[in-house]
T-cell receptor, first 112, second 115 residues
Framework: GEDVEQSLFLSVREGDSSVINCTYT??????LYWYKQEPGAGLQLLTYIFSNMDMKQDQRLTVLLNKKDKHLSLRIADTQTGDSAIYFCAESLPNAGNMLTFGGGTRLMVKP | NAGVMQNPRHLVRRRGQEARLRCSPMKGHSHVYWYRQLPEEGLKFMVYLQKENIIDESGMPKERFSAEFPKEGPSILRIQQVVRGDSAAYFCASSLQGTISYEQYFGPGTRLTVT
């Protein structure tokens, strides 16, 4: 199976919070990342968390990491229509050089 | 400071032709990575290069695909004798140092369509 898994789709109303979840299989991950991809565009790094942390907050974004369950989440507070995009989680491994392993992406749709 | 540049943005090739994708890293970056995104999927690592060296090509198909990053000029991903299954978005990323992954900056991608 895939090393990094995400649900395919999430729909929320504008102003609500969005929570996008991700699970990974390799407990030796060093960094875990969240990227945003808008239609027809490249990937924009939103935030990342080092594997010895369990939470990181950056303005409207909160990342939670549960190493025991190998579960990563991204919470977007006060979701706006401009947040509609595909969100990818990714991991880097200590012995895999610098390559990133991505999940399949979660398409977030924000309804006005 | 311009970001990572890729060209062309869109490329259409017939089956059997060659595709050449170019990536100019951010100024001062000497590490380049290529990823492929098939429709409705996440990105898959293909190859990691430094100037004049291939560091890791574990994600590259064994045949028809090659990559280079010469001392001067952009990195090139070359696909020979393209097939319909090569249709995808190809993304390049660059980093200043090869040790901390969060420093990878992505280009806008080249969308290859094989007819």
């Amino acid at each position: 199976g895939e090393d990094v898994e995400q649900s395919l789709f999430l729909s929320v109303r504008e102003g609500d919070s969005s929570v996008i979840n991700c699970t990974y299989t390799d407990s030796s991950s060093t960094y875990l990342y969240w990227y945003k991809q808008e239609p027809g565009a490249g990937l924009q790094l939103l935030t990342y968390i080092f594997s010895n942390m369990d939470m990181k907050q950056d303005q409207r974004l909160t990342v939670l990491l549960n190493k025991k369950d190998k579960h990563l989440s991204l919470r977007i507070a006060d979701t706006q229509t401009g947040d509609s995009a595909i969100y990818f989680c990714a991991e880097s491994l200590p012995n895999a050089g610098n390559m990133l392993t991505f999940g399949g992406g979660t398409r977030l749709m924000v309804k006005p | 400071n311009a970001g990572v540049m890729q060209n062309p943005r869109h490329l259409v090739r017939r089956r059997g032709q060659e595709a050449r994708l170019r990536c100019s890293p951010m100024k001062g970056h000497s590490h380049v990575y290529w990823y492929r995104q098939l429709p409705e999927e996440g990105l898959k690592f293909m190859v990691y290069l430094q100037k004049e060296n291939i560091i890791d090509e574990s994600g590259m198909p064994k045949e028809r695909f090659s990559a280079e990053f010469p001392k001067e000029g952009p990195s090139i991903l070359r696909i020979q004798q393209v097939v319909r299954g090569d249709s995808a978005a190809y993304f390049c990323a660059s980093s200043l140092q090869g040790t901390i992954s969060y420093e990878q900056y992505f280009g806008p991608g080249t969308r290859l369509t094989v007819t």
